[in-house]
C-alpha cells in the first residue's frame, strides 16, 4: 500500500483507493447507506441507523468539512465509504462502564458503510486511518455483530460504553499505535 496524502488518495494494493469524497459521490454513498442498513437489518441489527440517519445533509457536511471518504475499486467503483473526523468528539467526553485507553489527539471513524460483496474493506480503512493518525477511537451499537467482530480482530480495545446526543448506548473502542 502507498500513501499518497492525506488530500489525495490511498492505494491498497492493486484494486482498492481511497480518496476524499466529493458532493457528487453523494448518490453513490447514499445507496452503500442503505445497503448496509439492510445488512444490519439481516443480521438482527434493527436500532442502528434508523429513522433516516445517516441522511443526505449528514454526509454532504462530511464531505464539506472534509471528513468523508470513499473507496473505490478498479474501474472507480465506489464500494465503501466512511467518516474521519479528528477528535474531540462530544460523546466521547463521558465513558462509563471503562475507560479510554489515553488521553491523547485522536481520529473517529464513524459511518462506515460498503457492500455486503466487498471484503477487507474495514482493514483497508483502518489502514488508512492510521497512516494519518496513530490513534483512533470508534463505536458501534451493540447489536452490530459484524461490526464487533471487525473491531476486536483489528485489534482495538474495548473501553467502555458512550451515549450519543440522542441518548442511544453504543460501545467505544480505542487502537493507539502511537507510542
Given at each position: 500500500?502507498v500513501?499518497?496524502?492525506?488530500d489525495?488518495?490511498?492505494?491498497c494494493g492493486?484494486k482498492?483507493k481511497?480518496r476524499?469524497?466529493?458532493?457528487d459521490?453523494v448518490p453513490?454513498i447514499?445507496?452503500?447507506?442503505?445497503e448496509a442498513r439492510?445488512?444490519?437489518?439481516?443480521?438482527?441489527?434493527?436500532n442502528q441507523?434508523?429513522d433516516?440517519?445517516?441522511d443526505?445533509?449528514?454526509?454532504?457536511n462530511?464531505?464539506n468539512n472534509?471528513?468523508?471518504?470513499?473507496?473505490?475499486e478498479?474501474?472507480?467503483?465506489?464500494?465503501?465509504?466512511?467518516?474521519?473526523i479528528p477528535?474531540p468528539?462530544?460523546t466521547?467526553?463521558?465513558?462509563?462502564?471503562?475507560?479510554?485507553l489515553?488521553?491523547h489527539p485522536?481520529?473517529?471513524?464513524?459511518?462506515?458503510?460498503?457492500t455486503?460483496?466487498?471484503?477487507?474493506i474495514f482493514?483497508?480503512?483502518?489502514d488508512?486511518?492510521?497512516?494519518v493518525?496513530?490513534?483512533?477511537?470508534i463505536?458501534?451499537?451493540?447489536?452490530n455483530?459484524?461490526?464487533?467482530?471487525?473491531i476486536?480482530?483489528?485489534?482495538?480495545?474495548?473501553?467502555?460504553?458512550i451515549?450519543l446526543?440522542n441518548?442511544?448506548?453504543?460501545?467505544?473502542y480505542q487502537l493507539?499505535r502511537a507510542?
Amino acid at each position: 500500500m502507498v500513501a499518497v496524502g492525506r488530500d489525495l488518495f490511498y492505494i491498497c494494493g492493486m484494486k482498492r483507493k481511497i480518496r476524499r469524497a466529493r458532493l457528487d459521490d453523494v448518490p453513490a454513498i447514499m445507496r452503500l447507506i442503505d445497503e448496509a442498513r439492510g445488512i444490519m437489518r439481516s443480521c438482527g441489527n434493527m436500532n442502528q441507523w434508523i429513522d433516516g440517519y445517516p441522511d443526505e445533509e449528514t454526509i454532504e457536511n462530511d464531505i464539506n468539512n472534509c471528513h468523508c471518504y470513499v473507496c473505490e475499486e478498479q474501474g472507480g467503483v465506489i464500494v465503501a465509504s466512511f467518516a474521519f473526523i479528528p477528535g474531540p468528539e462530544p460523546t466521547y467526553k463521558d465513558i462509563y462502564e471503562g475507560e479510554w485507553l489515553d488521553d491523547h489527539p485522536y481520529h473517529v471513524v464513524h459511518r462506515l458503510a460498503s457492500t455486503a460483496s466487498s471484503h477487507g474493506i474495514f482493514n483497508d480503512v483502518m489502514d488508512y486511518c492510521l497512516a494519518v493518525a496513530r490513534n483512533l477511537r470508534i463505536d458501534t451499537h451493540r447489536d452490530n455483530v459484524i461490526m464487533r467482530h471487525v473491531i476486536k480482530n483489528y485489534g482495538f480495545t474495548y473501553c467502555g460504553i458512550i451515549y450519543l446526543a440522542n441518548g442511544d448506548e453504543r460501545l467505544a473502542y480505542q487502537l493507539n499505535r502511537a507510542e
